[in-house]
């Protein structure tokens, strides 16, 4: 089973309507600590909003962002991926694309977002364990993710605590913990 978006995308996701001011956009990014909003009309995603395109196509415009709306400057239409997509091909829309971030979309609604970056720090993970597994000489020698898939660090699924060694068990992330609680 690959590594999916859903085991490394970011659940909040914040959201702005259309007709908002960009200053209520930067506002906001600065708020919720995030590089992006998705863009609503009549509470359905239209677009995304980051602090990309605010600077990009107001501040060094030299536009006032109280006086210019979210809409004129949000890219549209969205690009986005789903929870089960694997990591790689998000990986892969993301370069195709020239985008840092995708939503992510079940059945219509938007259920997170992933980032460049949330990629980005997933795959140190996987050349620990390659690496480990080298020195270690196992064999037979397993790809960096079929490694993945079997072990990583996280979050896990069950009991919600961070651990550094979560393994996979039909198909859910568990710490070592839940996952003794499970086979016993």
């Known amino acids: 089973m690959p590594v999916t978006v859903r085991d490394v995308m970011t659940k909040k996701v914040i959201a702005i309507d259309e007709n908002k001011s960009v200053k209520d956009a930067a506002a906001l990014l600065k708020k919720h600590r995030k590089g992006a909003?998705?863009?609503?009309r009549k509470n359905n995603a239209v677009g995304i909003v980051t602090d990309t395109?605010?600077?990009n196509k107001v501040v060094s415009s030299n536009k006032k962002p109280s006086s210019i709306k979210v809409k004129s400057i949000m890219a549209s239409p969205l690009i986005t991926v789903k929870p089960g997509d694997p990591l790689v091909e998000a990986a892969r829309k993301l370069k195709r694309n020239n985008v840092k971030?995708?939503?992510?979309?079940t059945e219509g609604s938007i259920v997170g977002i992933i980032s460049a970056i949330d990629i980005a720090v997933t795959s140190p993970e996987m050349l620990d364990l390659l690496e480990s597994r080298l020195k270690s000489k196992?064999?037979?020698?397993?790809s960096p993710l079929e490694i993945m898939e079997k072990e990583t660090s996280g979050i896990c699924e069950n009991c919600g605590t961070y651990a550094d060694s979560l393994q996979n068990v039909n198909g859910q992330w568990l710490c070592e913990d839940c996952k003794e609680e499970l086979e016993s």
């Open 37 to 40: 909003l998705i863009v609503l």
């Open 138 to 142: 196992e064999t037979p020698l397993e």
């Open 53 to 55: 395109d605010i600077i």
């Open 101 to 105: 971030r995708l939503p992510v979309v």
